[in-house]
């Protein structure tokens, strides 16, 4: 998980495009490519349902 608020590049696991996002999400991301939700807000941290590739400085 995610301790600091950070962006992090993601990649999706249904067509693995990859995409940059903030950890602290406070709106649905969703890929860009296909449509499929890879963070959802969680009043904080938000949930990743998508693989983390790199955590990004």
Do not use: Y
């Amino acid at each position: 998980m995610v301790k600091d608020s950070k962006f992090l590049k993601i990649r999706c696991t249904k067509c693995n495009n990859e995409q940059n996002t903030f950890g602290k999400a406070s709106t649905p991301v969703k890929c860009l490519v296909c449509g499929e939700p890879l963070v959802d807000p969680k009043g904080g941290k938000g949930k990743i349902r998508a693989r983390i590739l790199e955590v990004l400085n």
